[in-house]
């Protein structure tokens, strides 16, 4: 089936007849297994600007056409590849289109070939001239001798079209593709193709290796190719021209698209002022390496976050004195001074931010300031964002979503739809509702901006040229399948005696988070979920036997420590795995609770010499650290395992992850942000996860870990109505 990709909204000056070609080259492939980008994010001083239209096609290889919408009389003389204009078209007196578009094949040649060992491709180029027909055309300059190959505005019929491809000869010389290297160019071009890979440094012999090593497993993992994903390629390489909401599972890849895309907006438009907002300190590095990657692979390692200066802003939430974070960017922009933690009322970091934005909401207003100043803001862990709270409330808006909102200059209007709507603004957030540790608010539009929520979004579903306002990502690359299963049935009680306490109510729903569905959900009536592989790629569990997810409890804590040793022992001495980013231990508990358990394993592992970070320190191996001694986006250390409360975990992942002191969501089962801290723990894990707790025999919670771990792939569970509905509401 054809693919086609939009990556910024038509309406600009010269964009009409590019989107003629585009259409046209759209029907001449209907139902055939192509791939198509209408400007793929290729910017780079060698090719000038990206190709306006790019082919991907396993007969033809790679075809590049270069649009010009000029009428027969703005081209005064045509001398080789140069066309002299009769006037100036965008400030150029002449033009070499076709050079152009040659540069841009052969670079794009050049990049697939690196990127997916791709000797044998095919690369071709030509220019499109959909105002002149090939008469017209050759009764000015038929007599010349050219060699450029051209479309004509009478060859946008499937069948000339098709046939002028096929005859444009080669700008470098390859075969048809057979389904090996058509799946490896489609996923050179793609983003799943070009993500960052990952280190996986060879592990340490150890004195008596396991039969079957985790970390050889891992490794085995980590070189699978994953499929060209469309849907990734709509968000992450499409520029909306107005707010657009991203709702994607746990381990979909939200970061690295949003880290994509804001990286797509400044290699575009370089004179945008464009933020990358998030929620978590300790995702600092990892944003921002992610962005840098982006823009080194899309400009061919000529622009980075470095040399994007000011114009790409990777700004943390609330920020800091020595970094300063969104909100106090915005403080300063009104010219108030922004507060600080110890300046607002007790309560969680996601309240007291929101009573700081509310603050300078109420400031702004009172000055009559603007807090305009970004072009483009998206927004990564929205569902951190939001608050319950009806007083932390911006005149019945979310706080923080209306400062962002606030903070943008309108779309300019030629960019917009033609539907008499007097503004849009770019605001782009991500969220998963189920990774929520603090509210039970989900950022949907109703929510975030009241009764403006629907005038913000406007009329339809998706704006000119097809980029949609809302994407639900219901693929799932980090957590394997049977992981991620059992992490939804306990975050979400699937499988508690009392009915369910949160989760999603309609078939519909279940489905675009990537589940099968059968059964009907009415009360009393059985539903079984299952997760394709084609929704979970990690391919993991076709490489071993072994349980993913298992379950122990302990009679005591002393014994659940003890017991933890011994795995964590094993997974770095006969299973070869590093401690860094491989092994991770997360313990829930609300409040304050975590930190006690966090220093209870720190001393465990210790005991025995297994090197330990705490994130938020400055150093390893050693308990809570103040003030200066801090690094407050810490999260790994080289050489020691990570001991994190499951709220600072969130965005981080690795191969084994062991959520310690489960009975601390037992002793409360039924508050959903505990099974909110279980599903987050749960989902943090590439590989295996390991359960455990003490004095949790007989307990409910227990014997439903253990009706989870046996249902297999299947998931079969009695519908009563939930507590908590997650149903995707989009206005």
């Known amino acids: 089936m054809a693919d086609f990709v939009v990556t910024e909204a038509f309406g600009g000056p010269g964009e009409e007849g590019e989107r003629r070609v585009f259409e046209a080259v759209k029907a001449a492939y209907a139902g055939e297994d192509v791939l198509g980008f209408w400007r793929y994010p290729l910017v780079t001083r060698e090719t000038v600007r990206e190709p306006d239209i790019l082919i991907a096609d396993p007969e033809l290889g790679l075809v590049v056409i270069e649009v010009k919408s000029l009428p027969l009389d703005m081209i005064a003389g045509v001398s080789g590849y140069r066309w002299d204009l009769a006037r100036p078209y965008y400030g150029k007196t002449h033009l070499n289109p076709y050079e152009q578009a040659r540069k841009q094949a052969q670079l794009l040649g050049e990049l697939a070939v690196r990127r997916g060992d791709l000797a044998q491709l095919a690369t071709r180029a030509l220019v499109a001239l959909p105002l002149i027909t090939r008469e017209a055309w050759d009764g000015r300059f038929g007599h010349l001798l050219s060699d450029v190959p051209m479309l004509f505005a009478d060859e946008l019929t499937p069948a000339r079209l098709r046939a002028a491809l096929e005859r444009t000869p080669p700008v470098r010389y390859g075969q048809p593709l057979?389904?090996?290297?058509?799946?490896?160019?489609?996923?050179?071009?793609?983003?799943?193709?070009?993500?960052?890979?990952?280190?996986?440094?060879?592990?340490?012999?150890?004195?008596?290796?396991?039969?079957?090593?985790?970390?050889?497993?891992?490794?085995?993992?980590?070189?699978?190719?994953?499929?060209?994903?469309?849907?990734?390629?709509?968000?992450?390489?499409?520029?909306?021209?107005?707010?657009?909401?991203?709702?994607?599972?746990?381990?979909?890849?939200?970061?690295?698209?949003?880290?994509?895309?804001?990286?797509?907006?400044?290699?575009?438009?370089?004179?945008?002022?464009?933020?990358?907002?998030?929620?978590?300190?300790?995702?600092?590095?990892?944003?921002?390496?992610?962005?840098?990657?982006?823009?080194?692979?899309?400009?061919?390692?000529?622009?980075?976050?470095?040399?994007?200066?000011?114009?790409?802003?990777?700004?943390?939430?609330?920020?800091?004195?020595?970094?300063?974070?969104?909100?106090?960017?915005?403080?300063?922009?009104?010219?108030?001074?922004?507060?600080?933690?110890?300046?607002?009322?007790?309560?969680?970091?996601?309240?007291?931010?929101?009573?700081?934005?509310?603050?300078?909401?109420?400031?702004?207003?009172?000055?009559?300031?603007?807090?305009q100043v970004f072009d483009a803001v998206l927004i990564d862990e929205g569902q951190d964002l939001v608050h319950e709270e009806a007083a932390l409330n911006f005149e019945e808006k979310q706080a923080f979503y209306w400062m962002a909102y606030q903070s943008l200059r309108p779309v300019a209007r030629d960019a917009l739809l033609d539907t008499g709507e007097p503004e849009a603004r770019r605001l782009i957030w991500a969220y998963d509702e189920a990774q929520s540790l603090d509210t039970l608010t989900i950022p949907n539009t109703r929510e975030l901006f009241g009764d403006q929520g629907a005038a913000i979004f406007g009329p339809g579903v998706s704006y000119r040229g097809g980029i949609r306002k809302s994407e639900v990502m219901n693929r799932c690359y980090r957590t394997p399948g049977p992981v991620l299963l059992a992490a939804h049935a306990l975050g979400m009680g699937l499988l508690r005696e009392g009915g369910m306490l949160a989760g999603l109510t309609?078939?519909?729903?279940?489905?675009?988070?990537?589940?099968?569905?059968?059964?009907?959900?009415?009360?009393?009536?059985?539903?079984?979920?299952?997760?394709?592989?084609?929704?979970?790629?990690?391919?993991?569990?076709?490489?071993?036997?072994?349980?993913?997810?298992?379950?122990?409890?302990?009679?005591?804590?002393?014994?659940?420590?003890?017991?933890?040793?011994?795995?964590?022992?094993?997974?770095?001495?006969?299973?070869?795995?590093?401690?860094?980013?491989?092994?991770?231990?997360?313990?829930?508990?609300?409040?304050?609770?975590?930190?006690?358990?966090?220093?209870?394993?720190?001393?465990?592992?210790?005991?025995?010499?297994?090197?330990?970070?705490?994130?938020?320190?400055?150093?390893?191996?050693?308990?809570?650290?103040?003030?200066?001694?801090?690094?407050?986006?810490?999260?790994?250390?080289?050489?020691?395992?990570?001991?994190?409360?499951?709220?600072?975990?969130?965005?981080?992942?690795?191969?084994?992850?062991?959520?310690?002191?489960?009975?601390?969501?037992?002793?409360?089962?039924?508050?959903?942000?505990?099974?909110?801290?279980?599903?987050?723990?749960?989902?943090?894990?590439?590989?295996?996860?390991?359960?455990?707790?003490?004095?949790?025999?007989?307990?409910?919670?227990?014997?439903?870990?253990?009706?989870?771990?046996?249902?297999?792939?299947?998931?079969?569970?009695?519908?009563?109505?939930?507590?908590?509905?997650?149903?995707?509401?989009?206005?």
């Not at 991203?246 to 438009?269: F, P």
């Not at 802003?313 to 020595?322: C, E, F, P, V, Y």
């Open 506 to 731: 309609n078939r519909a729903d279940w489905q675009s988070i990537g589940y099968d569905v059968e059964g009907q959900f009415r009360s009393g009536s059985e539903v079984t979920l299952t997760r394709s592989p084609e929704n979970s790629p990690n391919p993991l569990p076709g490489f071993t036997d072994e349980p993913l997810v298992t379950f122990e409890t302990y009679p005591t804590r002393r014994a659940e420590l003890l017991a933890l040793i011994d795995r964590v022992q094993a997974d770095l001495g006969p299973h070869g795995l590093r401690p860094s980013r491989q092994v991770l231990i997360v313990v829930p508990g609300l409040d304050w609770e975590p930190y006690t358990l966090q220093e209870d394993v720190f001393k465990a592992l210790r005991s025995v010499n297994v090197s330990v970070y705490l994130p938020g320190n400055k150093d390893v191996n050693v308990p809570r650290q103040k003030w200066p001694d801090t690094d407050s986006n810490g999260f790994w250390r080289d050489g020691a395992v990570t001991v994190s409360p499951v709220m600072q975990a969130k965005g981080n992942e690795a191969d084994v992850v062991y959520v310690v002191g489960v009975d601390r969501v037992a002793a409360r089962e039924d508050v959903i942000r505990l099974r909110n801290q279980l599903f987050v723990g749960i989902s943090r894990s590439r590989g295996w996860v390991h359960l455990s707790g003490c004095g949790m025999d007989g307990t409910p919670l227990a014997d439903e870990i253990r009706r989870v771990l046996e249902s297999g792939p299947e998931l079969r569970f009695t519908y009563r109505q939930p507590r908590r509905q997650l149903d995707d509401v989009r206005n």
């Open 178 to 371: 057979d389904d090996a290297a058509w799946a490896a160019l489609r996923s050179a071009l793609g983003t799943s193709g070009n993500v960052p890979k990952r280190v996986i440094r060879p592990p340490a012999p150890a004195a008596t290796p396991a039969p079957v090593r985790r970390a050889d497993l891992v490794t085995r993992s980590a070189r699978h190719l994953h499929a060209f994903d469309l849907q990734q390629e709509l968000i992450a390489k499409t520029i909306p021209p107005g707010p657009q909401r991203i709702r994607g599972i746990a381990g979909s890849g939200k970061t690295v698209l949003l880290a994509q895309k804001a990286a797509t907006m400044h290699l575009r438009h370089p004179d945008w002022n464009v933020a990358l907002v998030f929620f978590s300190r300790s995702l600092y590095d990892q944003i921002r390496a992610q962005v840098d990657h982006w823009l080194r692979q899309a400009s061919g390692g000529e622009q980075s976050l470095q040399t994007a200066g000011h114009r790409l802003r990777i700004l943390h939430a609330w920020g800091s004195k020595d970094q300063p974070g969104f909100y106090r960017t915005l403080a300063s922009q009104v010219g108030v001074t922004p507060l600080t933690v110890d300046r607002t009322p007790p309560g969680s970091p996601t309240s007291k931010l929101l009573f700081a934005c509310r603050a300078l909401l109420l400031d702004a207003q009172l000055t009559q300031r603007s807090l």
